[in-house]
């Protein structure tokens, strides 16, 4: 019991840390409804339980042992944060640029059409997101291959209390970001009133640190 509670408090710190996930959760929150950020969860949430998975099942082992490969991993990492950081930045100088040729009845419009496209089409592209943002996410990588360990015991037996204490990982994630959602869906709900600024503003400002996460995994040690 001691363990799972050892356990539990530094995953609460390694999710409430500031890092890709939370960056990745604003900026989808700025420019797209609250149901693609909850999608964006889930895909966290799934890739969480592939490091666990790794990390039971020894994989974390060959990583460790194996400086070329980790180098690999930091590398997709960081040109995959630089990807979203540079779409978020394109995407909100477009949005910006069009705005002004749109009348207030177009833009609701198109947030309708938005909605709708996102129910047929954004789910994966939404998951897909979440998901390699945690799986490619050197803090996470770095829990399961030395932290994680310490905690389980690599026996056939002990596997299913293993994957308990991830499943407590992935339910912490999905607690604190749920309100980290909600309340920025109630912040972005005041902000609608008067204007569509903050907005901009926040997923360019999610973008830039996107990219500047980039820059910091390829340069950290």
Avoid at 2 to 26: C, D, K, Q, R, Y
Avoid at 49 to 69: P, R, W
Avoid at 139 to 165: E, G, R
Wanted: aromatic residues 12%; hydrophobic residues 55%.
């Amino acid at each position: 019991m001691n363990e799972v509670v050892t356990f539990s408090l530094v995953a609460l710190l390694l999710v409430i840390s500031p890092g890709p996930n939370g960056v990745l959760m604003l900026k989808t929150m700025a420019s797209q409804p609250k149901s693609a950020a909850l999608i964006n969860l889930i895909g966290i949430a799934c890739a969480t339980f592939m490091h666990g998975g790794f990390s039971i099942f020894g994989l974390s082992a060959l990583v460790m042992q194996s400086a070329e490969l980790f180098m690999v991993i930091k590398l997709l990492g960081a040109a995959y944060l630089f990807y979203i950081g540079f779409k978020a930045l394109y995407s909100s100088f477009k949005k910006a640029k069009k705005s002004a040729l749109h009348r207030p009845q177009e833009t609701i419009a198109k947030a309708g059409l938005a909605k709708k496209s996102m129910r047929h089409h954004g789910f994966m592209r939404c998951f897909n997101e979440g998901f390699l943002t945690q799986l490619l996410n050197p803090k996470v990588s770095m829990f399961y291959l030395a932290a994680f360990p310490q905690f389980i015991h690599f026996d056939q037996q002990h596997v299913t209390a293993a994957f308990l204490l991830v499943g407590i990982h992935a339910f912490l994630i999905v607690s604190w970001f749920s309100l980290l959602i909600v309340l920025v869906d109630k912040l972005k709900g005041l902000q609608q009133r008067q204007g569509s600024w903050l907005n901009l503003w926040t997923e360019r400002l999610s973008g830039a640190v996107m990219i500047y996460f980039s820059f910091l995994i390829v340069t950290q040690k």
